[in-house]
């Protein structure tokens, strides 16, 4: 599970909560809380991107949101070390028991990416029909991703404009409301409540739309590696080349550190270790 979106959330509250109570050198004025709560404006700001988003998107993407959420929420499931020694293993069957071989391990596999790749294999279809299918597919699924993204991105736009209008609706009410002949005594403090919807959206933008669209496009990015991954690994049983050197191939989609550990590297001065089989 990863908690980070979390953590940041309750971290950035926390702080900010402090910068407001803390008033430095008399110490903390919790009563200052009150100047920042305002329902009117959280109704505007929140309301406003709300509908906004409803009215940007349909309800088959809308839907998506709770499957959203969970995808941020239960971490990494796609780990490319674990499909490159995956893919290792069954090159090394299809050179010895040959490709329907390939079948009952494909049967056992729980992603259906990694399973209609292998069973392209095993059907005996032309690697160029095999590339373009799987390619196909990955545009797909990157095309998908990038709309659920685009909604969260959508919402972190729309925060702070409705914050900015509901900062200029409290501003047009303060000055139609202004009485010169009482001196407009009550002018800064209209002006707190009318700017605290800026200060909602802004929050709400960065806070948390922002770090969903960007935990999900770090989701995306590893996913799409690994598929990737996959493309070129069964390509490689197909036409049955060494699997030490598919490994070697496949390794070089990997970051540099994520290399290292592949091969057994014990560092940037040490020998290699034999990897497991």
Same mark, same amino acid.
């Given at each position: 599970m990863d908690i980070t979106t979390i953590i940041g959330v309750i971290l950035g509250t926390v702080l900010i909560m402090f910068g407001i109570v803390f008033v430095p050198p008399m110490g903390?004025?919790?009563k200052q809380i009150i100047n920042f709560l305002d329902p009117t404006s959280a109704l505007i700001v929140i309301g406003g991107t709300i509908s906004a988003v409803i009215a940007s998107y349909p309800v088959s993407m809308l839907k998506n949101i709770p499957v959203h959420i969970k995808i941020m929420m239960q971490g990494n499931k796609y780990?490319?070390?674990?499909?490159?020694d995956l893919l290792v293993e069954f090159s090394q069957i299809a050179r010895k028991n040959g490709l329907l071989a390939l079948e009952e391990k494909a049967n056992q596999q729980t992603d259906p990416f990694l399973k209609q790749s292998i069973m392209l294999i095993v059907d005996a279809t032309d690697s160029e029909k095999i590339r373009t299918m799987l390619n196909n597919d990955l545009d797909y699924l990157a095309e998908r991703h990038a709309e659920g993204v685009g909604l969260y991105e959508k919402a972190a736009a729309c925060a702070p404009a409705f914050g900015m209008i509901g900062t200029l609706v409290g501003l047009?009410?303060?000055?139609? /409301?202004? @009485? &010169?002949?009482?001196?407009?005594?009550?002018? /800064?403090? @209209? &002006?707190?409540?009318?700017?605290?919807?800026t200060f909602y959206g802004v929050l709400m933008a960065n806070l948390i739309f922002a770090p969903i669209a960007k935990k999900l496009t770090i989701r995306n990015d590893d996913e799409y590696l690994c598929k990737q991954i996959i493309i070129e690994g069964v390509l490689s049983i197909?036409?049955?080349?060494?699997?030490?050197?598919?490994?070697?191939k496949l390794i070089s989609y990997l970051a540099q550190k994520d290399r290292d550990v592949a091969l057994g590297e014990e560092g940037a001065g040490g020998g290699r270790k034999k990897g497991k089989k």
């Open positions: 903390f004025n919790f780990n490319p070390l674990d499909y490159i047009i009410n303060m000055l139609r /409301g202004m @009485d &010169m002949e009482s001196g407009g005594g009550s002018i /800064g403090k @209209d &002006m707190s409540v009318a700017l605290i919807t197909q036409s049955g080349e060494n699997p030490k050197f598919m490994k070697e």
